[in-house]
């Protein structure tokens, strides 16, 4: 339409009381394009900026083993330029990656007189940094050195007390050539004993009974072969999930670069710590995320342009006869289209401004601000703009088409077939992209890769199948409406009849409905899917994964030594809302060729430890096969029992292993009845039931003849122990007797179905387990897909009486159990509990699956947001087609009236209508959603669990609460729109003065 001169401005306020006539649509037009950029714009922020946080997350809550990695060599004499050399390599393997690196050098396992050891430090100006004086100062010579509060406490020992090593050979009775004194000049415990620089530098470490901070000329007095390390960690502060490839990299190929460099170290460098484990881990969980959040976002966007065209659409059809009179007096298609264009443009800008802010807003309370670079533009600016060019774009070509059908001269689109084929080419369409996306998904198996890779293509498969089968409901709505007019017409009067015949008539108005009603309820039911199925699987693996709901591992290792070697068990059990407790042991262990991770704990206790679902685990069947052979037995001691003696013959010392009602097995030494000759008596503690497991006895130095027991009494009853023979498996060079109760049989042992199958084992086959303090001989009694206690897929399990049964038979001490199982339904109040229990050096882990929530708790908000927007587009399409039906069913009314139907009549059989199709739309949704579940559900659920071991499987669950909810909140908004939609039909049946010639 041209202009000149003075109607310019005229045109131009025309344009402005255009708008401002259908201001209701252009309102509702704004605050779609707000929803969707408010929704779009945090889901691309919680894609974009969670895993960061996750990323630093995970590596301030560690523990230290899974974060870091300790580079171990030895202790070269140029001590100054080894450190550069190795800092320098690291930095290399690690450009681009924010990583803090601490370096100790130090002697593993120093003896001690009284069968002690210490783990002895080089106390330089950076582990001083680490530590804190309680008493005391810092070793200034090189026979002084500062003790840990560990190592004071069970020695004994405090400032200005002596400290003196043993060799090898030295039991402490004779004097060692070797031998060194130190005097303590302090009491120091770590600044922070959780942090990665004490990794595998803990007490306990190495079955030592503490540490020990010395000067470096002290070090190499006591060794000549002292060993160094170097912990590499990812920094907290400043790692990012675009920094994990790096770090994964890194960790993976430095120890090998390091064992290369000639000036590094003498020796090939080895790793302790499980850093490459967990970061490849990570970026695992950033791709599980990168595949679920497309699925709510492409969803969501497809119900956007569907809304979007639909108020187009009802904007278009209400400028109708305003479009003619334009285009009569000359104003062309692209002029119109230049118009409804920069007017969406406004009202896009509006909505978008607002959407933004508000996403930003919950972003910045949430994940926090973007990153830099590109990623945080894409972040920023992505959202906002695509949806503004969406908005932009559906009016444009709405007002194209309904400018030139004002135009008078009707085109394909207004032809009942061509409509059909259009419709059938976007069933093609929509059926060809789904069967596409669907075939790479199924076909790679996931369509995210071992090293965190995603699949663009394979990610949208979910989405696609749900679209598609929106579009089939589309297609099956025509005939389904014509059956059901059909069957409707079979009764008699108007309200059967007239609503099936209405539907049938307005199809085209209906399905944009019909289509977000089925996304919606396919969205929701999908959601509901994955999210049970991947809630239920992290529990039970977490759980199954930890062994129990809360795990505490005291770092203590070695062999049991007495009575204060055992884990305060009693102390954990005794925390409130703990109902069962089991002490038990993890540690590497030889097996044939292999290692596998040996994992022992009381495997009755089983069932009430592990509760997990038996298609994970059978506990009840592993407990019976563990449990079948007599378990670590002897004879109880009566009630009350106070001390127990020995009468022995040609016999130095006696020792009696007692194990008490968790099966903690220890020593107590006995000492000579003063008086009674042969005769030894040792206390027995109050608190327990104990039973007497085994009888030592060494021969006297005087005598040829082995040592003998000849009767055991416990007070004042005698044990019968006549059937006791000695372990021939114990052999020591002191002539050591080891009587305990006649074997009876080999040990049981659970392995896993990948262990076994490396060794070609089965179910009867015998197996030599040969770990660092303990080597047996068991019977494969099961085979199962995993073992409680470790994600390790090769790994065994064992019950922990019998693997202390074998030990006592088969080696002078068994090994110390350094871990506490503890079941609770409160794991992380009990976490935190045991924490304090069992102290600062202690790694408390819990079966909540922090690790994995931490990281996909993004894909679980983006699922619920993604429903929760498609549900306001439904009820935006509901709504705009109950104004369409408002504006183009007016005449009608007075026609119905005159026959007789009243407004109440005519209000119902509208909303009987809507409703109608909502519940139809709404079952086909229901179905739909179930069968993209089960065609991708549990591999999304899977794959989202990276802790879990790969040799398990998961099972299909539905939370059904979230379900229930969206959708009675769904049908409570519908409920809300049909009622205003039956006033406003009430409204025009009373209003008697309405005409269409004055409308």
């Known amino acids: 339409m041209r202009a000149s001169g003075g109607s310019e401005g005229r045109i131009r306020a025309f344009w402005l009381q255009r708008s401002r006539a259908q201001a209701g649509v252009l309102t509702a037009t704004a605050l779609t394009v707000l929803v969707v950029t408010l929704l779009a714009s945090t889901m691309v922020g919680l894609a974009v900026r969670s895993p960061t946080v996750a990323v630093r997350q995970s590596i301030q809550a560690g523990p230290a083993v899974s974060i870091a990695q300790a580079e171990q060599g030895a202790l070269a004499g140029a001590a100054t330029e080894q450190d550069a050399t190795v800092r320098s390599i690291i930095r290399k393997h690690f450009t681009g990656a924010a990583v803090t690196v601490d370096r100790s050098a130090f002697v593993p396992s120093v003896p001690l007189a009284g069968n002690r050891s210490m783990l002895a430090l080089a106390g330089d100006d950076s582990l001083r940094q680490r530590a804190r004086l309680?008493?005391?100062?810092?070793?200034?010579?090189?026979?002084?050195?500062?003790?840990?509060?560990?190592?004071?406490?069970?020695?004994?020992?405090?400032?200005?007390?002596?400290?003196?090593?043993?060799?090898?050979?030295?039991?402490?009775?004779?004097?060692?050539?070797?031998?060194?004194?130190?005097?303590?000049?302090?009491?120091?415990?770590?600044?922070?004993?959780?942090?990665?620089?004490?990794?595998?530098?803990?007490?306990?470490?190495?079955?030592?009974?503490?540490?020990?901070?010395?000067?470096?000329?002290?070090?190499?007095?006591?060794?000549?072969?002292?060993?160094?390390?170097?912990?590499?960690?990812?920094?907290?502060?400043?790692?990012?999930?675009?920094?994990?490839?790096?770090?994964?990299?890194?960790?993976?190929?430095?120890?090998?670069?390091?064992?290369?460099?000639?000036?590094?170290?003498?020796?090939?460098?080895?790793?302790?710590?499980?850093?490459?484990?967990?970061?490849?881990?990570?970026?695992?969980?950033?791709?599980?995320?990168?595949?679920?959040?497309?699925?709510?976002?492409?969803?969501?966007?497809?119900?956007?342009?569907?809304?979007?065209?639909?108020?187009?659409?009802?904007?278009?059809?209400?400028?109708?006869?305003?479009?003619?009179?334009?285009?009569?007096?000359?104003?062309?298609?692209?002029?119109?289209?230049?118009?409804?264009?920069?007017?969406?443009?406004?009202?896009?800008?509006?909505?978008?401004?607002?959407?933004?802010?508000?996403?930003?807003?919950?972003?910045?309370?949430?994940?926090?601000?973007?990153?830099?670079?590109?990623?945080?533009?894409?972040?920023?600016?992505?959202?906002?703009?695509?949806?503004?060019?969406?908005?932009?774009?559906?009016?444009?070509?709405?007002?194209?088409?309904?400018?030139?059908?004002?135009?008078?001269?009707?085109?394909?689109?207004?032809?009942?077939?061509?409509?059909?084929?259009?419709?059938?080419?976007?069933?093609?369409?929509?059926?060809?992209?789904?069967?596409?996306?669907?075939?790479?998904?199924?076909?790679?198996?996931?369509?995210?890769?071992?090293?965190?890779?995603?699949?663009?293509?394979?990610?949208?498969?979910?989405?696609?199948?749900?679209?598609?089968?929106?579009?089939?409901?589309?297609?099956?709505?025509?005939?389904?409406?014509?059956?059901?007019?059909?069957?409707?017409?079979?009764?008699?009067?108007?309200?059967?009849?007239?609503?099936?015949?209405?539907?049938?008539?307005?199809?085209?108005?209906?399905?944009?409905?019909?289509?977000?009603?089925?996304?919606?309820?396919?969205?929701?039911?999908?959601?509901?899917?994955?999210?049970?199925?991947?809630?239920?699987?992290?529990?039970?693996?977490?759980?199954?994964?930890?062994?129990?709901?809360?795990?505490?591992?005291?770092?203590?290792?070695?062999?049991?030594?007495?009575?204060?070697?055992?884990?305060?068990?009693?102390?954990?059990?005794?925390?409130?809302?703990?109902?069962?407790?089991s002490p038990g042991l993890i540690t590497d262990a030889g097996l044939g060729q292999r290692t596998v991770t040996l994992v022992a704990l009381d495997a009755q206790r089983l069932p009430q430890l592990t509760r997990v679902g038996g298609y994970m685990l059978d506990t009840e069947y592993v407990a019976e096969k563990l449990t079948h052979a007599a378990r670590l037995g002897g004879q109880e001691l009566p009630s009350g029992t106070k001390t127990l003696t020995a009468a022995t013959a040609a016999t130095a010392s006696v020792t009696f292993w007692l194990v008490d009602a968790r099966g903690e097995l220890a020593p107590f030494v006995a000492h000579p009845v003063a008086g009674s000759s042969g005769r030894f008596s040792a206390d027995v503690p109050a608190g327990s039931r104990w039973t007497l497991a085994a009888v030592d006895a060494r021969p006297a130095g005087d005598t040829s003849s082995a040592p003998r027991i000849r009767s055991v009494a416990a007070g004042s009853a005698t044990l019968d122990i006549a059937s006791w023979t000695a372990a021939t498996g114990v052999t020591t060079a002191d002539g050591l007797v080891r009587l305990m109760p006649p074997a009876a049989g080999q040990l049981p042992v659970v392995i896993t179905a990948s262990a076994a199958q490396q060794d070609a084992l089965s179910v009867g086959d015998a197996v030599d387990l040969d770990a660092a303090w303990v080597s047996a001989r068991g019977t494969i009694a099961a085979v199962v897909a995993a073992v409680p206690g470790t994600s390790d897929p090769t790994a065994v399990l064992v019950d922990q009486r019998a693997l202390s049964d074998a030990a006592l038979r088969a080696q002078p001490a068994p090994p110390r159990l350094g871990m506490v199982w503890l079941a609770t339904d409160q794991p992380d109040t009990v976490a935190a509990a045991a924490q304090r229990a069992a102290g600062t050096d202690a790694v408390v882990t819990d079966a909540s699956g922090d690790f994995v929530s931490r990281f996909m708790a993004s894909a679980v908000v983006s699922l619920w947001l993604g429903t929760a927007g498609c549900a306001l587009l439904a009820l935006v399409a509901i709504g705009a087609t109950i104004a369409a039906l408002l504006r183009g069913r007016r005449a009608e009314v007075a026609v119905l009236r005159a026959v007789g139907m009243s407004s109440r009549q005519q209000a119902r059989s509208r909303r009987v209508e809507l409703a109608g199709i909502v519940v139809a739309a709404a079952v086909f949704g229901l179905v739909g959603g179930v069968a993209v579940f089960l065609l991708a559900g549990n591999t999304l659920a899977r794959l989202s669990v990276v802790t879990a071991p790969a040799t398990l499987s998961v099972r299909g669950a539905v939370d059904l609460p979230s379900l229930l909810v969206a959708l009675v909140l769904l049908a409570a908004a519908v409920g809300a729109v049909l009622w205003a939609y039956g006033r406003a039909v009430r409204r025009q049946v009373l209003d008697t003065s309405y005409r269409e010639e004055t409308r």
């Open 134 to 581: 309680d008493a005391g100062a810092w070793p200034a010579g090189e026979k002084q050195l500062a003790v840990d509060a560990e190592l004071a406490k069970t020695l004994g020992v405090r400032t200005g007390s002596t400290i003196t090593t043993s060799s090898d050979s030295d039991n402490g009775n004779e004097a060692a050539a070797d031998r060194l004194t130190f005097t303590v000049t302090g009491v120091w415990h770590a600044t922070t004993p959780a942090a990665p620089a004490w990794l595998g530098l803990t007490p306990g470490a190495g079955g030592t009974d503490g540490r020990a901070i010395l000067t470096a000329d002290g070090l190499a007095a006591l060794s000549t072969s002292a060993s160094v390390q170097w912990v590499v960690a990812p920094d907290a502060r400043n790692s990012t999930a675009s920094q994990l490839p790096r770090l994964q990299s890194g960790f993976r190929t430095v120890t090998d670069a390091l064992t290369e460099s000639p000036t590094a170290s003498s020796s090939p460098f080895s790793v302790q710590g499980d850093a490459l484990a967990t970061v490849t881990a990570m970026q695992q969980s950033v791709g599980a995320l990168a595949a679920v959040i497309p699925v709510p976002l492409s969803v969501l966007a497809v119900c956007s342009v569907v809304a979007l065209i639909l108020l187009a659409q009802l904007l278009a059809r209400s400028r109708l006869a305003e479009s003619r009179v334009l285009r009569a007096r000359g104003a062309t298609v692209g002029e119109l289209v230049a118009a409804g264009s920069v007017e969406a443009a406004v009202v896009g800008v509006a909505g978008v401004a607002v959407g933004f802010l508000a996403a930003q807003a919950v972003l910045l309370a949430v994940v926090g601000a973007p990153a830099g670079g590109v990623a945080g533009v894409l972040d920023l600016a992505l959202p906002p703009l695509l949806v503004l060019a969406v908005a932009v774009a559906c009016c444009a070509v709405v007002t194209a088409f309904s400018a030139r059908a004002a135009s008078g001269a009707p085109g394909a689109v207004e032809a009942g077939r061509a409509r059909a084929t259009a419709s059938v080419g976007v069933g093609v369409l929509a059926f060809a992209a789904a069967g596409l996306t669907l075939w790479r998904f199924v076909a790679f198996g996931a369509p995210v890769s071992a090293d965190g890779q995603v699949d663009p293509i394979g990610v949208i498969a979910p989405a696609a199948v749900l679209c598609a089968i929106a579009v089939l409901g589309l297609l099956l709505f025509g005939p389904s409406a014509a059956a059901v007019e059909g069957v409707a017409s079979r009764g008699r009067g108007l309200s059967g009849v007239l609503p099936a015949r209405q539907v049938g008539r307005g199809l085209t108005l209906f399905a944009a409905p019909v289509a977000l009603v089925v996304l919606t309820v396919g969205a929701a039911t999908f959601s509901a899917g994955y999210v049970g199925t991947w809630s239920g699987f992290l529990r039970d693996s977490s759980r199954l994964v930890t062994g129990a709901d809360v795990r505490v591992d005291t770092g203590l290792a070695g062999v049991v030594r007495g009575p204060d070697d055992l884990p305060d068990v009693d102390a954990l059990a005794g925390i409130p809302s703990v109902s069962s407790a």
